[in-house]
């Protein structure tokens, strides 16, 4: 097999990670996805998946506000990371709230045929959207939710 070193150099420069912190606020939910525009240069040619990626972003930084930091200050930090390669995006959340189980909870979600509620489906739309979902403890009182989508 022959390297092609200059297509190597191609998918190294599409690797991109970004960062932000940013407070504990929902009214940040347009600063949150006007930072997250930044990972999406050039533009997934797709942009069904884009629809997507920005679709968990949001249920996951609304989730961790209103129920992971539901009682702390508006001024706790949350740092959201993004990155994206060739082949994926990757999000993760990190909070200071409460531990929770995430496959526990979405087995006590109805599925969304059965949900007349407005609310309470983020958990459910995220475990369908993304291609990977987890959250686990990162250390003490910090949690990650992580979330992966390919395209």
């Not at 709230?97 to 459910?124: M, V």
Request: some cysteine; glycine content about 2%.
């Amino acid at each position: 097999m022959k390297y092609n070193k200059t297509k190597f150099l191609i998918f190294k420069q599409m690797d991109k990670q970004i960062s932000l912190k940013i407070t504990t606020d929902i009214t940040n939910l347009p600063d949150v996805l006007s930072w997250f525009e930044q990972i999406n240069q050039p533009p997934i040619a797709r942009q069904e998946i884009w629809w997507k990626c920005q679709t968990i972003l949001i249920e996951g930084f609304t989730n961790i506000v209103e129920h992971a930091h539901k009682t702390l200050s508006e001024e706790t930090p949350i740092n959201i990371e993004a990155f994206r390669s060739d082949k994926f995006i990757e999000i993760r959340i990190f909070s200071q709230g409460e531990p929770f189980n995430i496959e526990q909870k979405l087995q006590e979600i109805a599925e969304f045929e059965e949900n007349h509620q407005e609310r309470g489906r983020g958990l459910k739309i995220m475990s369908i959207l993304a291609d990977k979902l987890s959250y686990e403890q990162v250390s003490e009182n910090c949690y990650c939710l992580f979330m992966s989508k390919t395209y």
